[in-house]
């Protein structure tokens, strides 16, 4: 149960810069620091806005986000958890899982020696209704002039269970047709629209709908925008990565998502998924780790 407005505010008054407030009844943390702005709904742990000092904002939110309870925010960082896609070991009318749709108890918020904010997600009737392993998941947030995320899941059970996991990650670009992804090359990717598995070759660049899973990934992938000559660099210990922009026909499909929002996103998701899941045995962590660096760089030429 989401605490009141009234109760977090309360509960965090000696935090400055930390307000809470209500978007159509969902609960928003708000924390601006000298280094970094930040928005977090607690549905979700779903951080939808961060903006390091003098940088233009990361992420990409919809004009037509949906906000409200147990529906997905097109945007932003979604947690995937504990299933990607459709759920393949049983039956769920929640693509990508539960937890994006569920609220997460805000356990902490630190300003010292680094900004960091704390969310934990345990079993819920909601939850057990379509998963019955006991665990939890917590998340910790370091929100500076980078934006450093851990996905920690437990488990609780006295059996293993398998997972996967995401950070669905929907980053903010001047045009998708000025953007390419660089350092997978080489690497095999499951094309979701063909079914099929290839071998990138070279960077990514977009010319229409793209939707890959990579697999084994490295630790570092780039997303060069010439158009804000900026570099994003995404520093994980993930084993698997997705690519995706829903280009024209998927936009115009999508009912939380403008026609021509395809042009100012790009979906590059650090996680655990398909042949990369995740067993996890009794009482052991495992933890999904990414780090989101964002640097001027001119001279990036078109893609
Ligand atoms: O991560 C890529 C993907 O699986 C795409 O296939 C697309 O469906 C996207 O996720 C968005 O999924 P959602 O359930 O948030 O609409």
């Not at 899982?97 to 960091?116: H, I, S």
């Not at 990717?189 to 598995?197: G, I």
């Not at 010319?207 to 890959?212: K, L, R, V």
Request: aromatic share 10%; with cysteine; net charge negative.
């Amino acid at each position: 149960m989401t605490p009141s407005l009234h109760d977090l505010t309360t509960r965090f008054a000696s935090v400055p810069g930390l307000t809470f407030d209500a978007e159509k009844g969902l609960t928003r943390l708000k924390l601006q620091t000298a280094a970094a702005e930040i928005e977090v709904f607690l549905q979700g742990a779903h951080i939808a806005h961060f903006r390091a000092a003098g940088q233009e904002p990361l992420l990409f939110l919809s004009d037509e986000a949906i906000f409200q309870e147990d529906t997905p925010i097109r945007g932003g960082i979604p947690i995937i958890f504990p299933w990607f896609g459709t759920r393949r070991h049983g039956r769920s009318a929640d693509a990508h899982g539960f937890a994006r749709n569920t609220p997460w108890e805000l356990t902490g918020v630190q300003l010292e020696p680094e900004v960091m904010l704390s969310f934990e997600l345990t079993p819920s009737a909601r939850t057990q209704l379509e998963w019955l392993p006991d665990f939890r998941v917590r998340y910790f947030v370091y929100a500076g002039e980078e934006l450093t995320l851990s996905l920690e899941v437990e488990n609780l059970s006295e059996t293993s269970f398998i997972f996967e996991a995401a950070l669905h990650t929907y980053f903010a670009v001047s045009d998708i047709r000025s953007v390419r992804v660089t350092g997978l090359d080489g690497v095999e990717f499951l094309n979701q629209l063909a079914t099929d598995k290839q071998l990138q070759s070279g960077d990514i660049h977009f010319a229409g709908e793209t939707d890959n899973i990579y697999f084994n990934v490295p630790e570092t992938i780039t997303i060069e925008d010439s158009g804000l000559q900026r570099a994003i660099e995404i520093s994980s210990n993930a084993l698997s990565a997705i690519v995706w922009n829903p280009w024209i026909g998927k936009a115009a499909r999508l009912k939380d998502f403008g026609d021509d929002e395809w042009q100012r996103m790009v979906c590059v998701e650090s996680g655990a998924v398909q042949e990369n899941e995740v067993e996890i045995f009794p009482g052991e962590i495992t933890t999904l780790s990414v780090t989101y660096r964002s640097t001027v760089a001119a001279g990036i030429d078109a893609a």
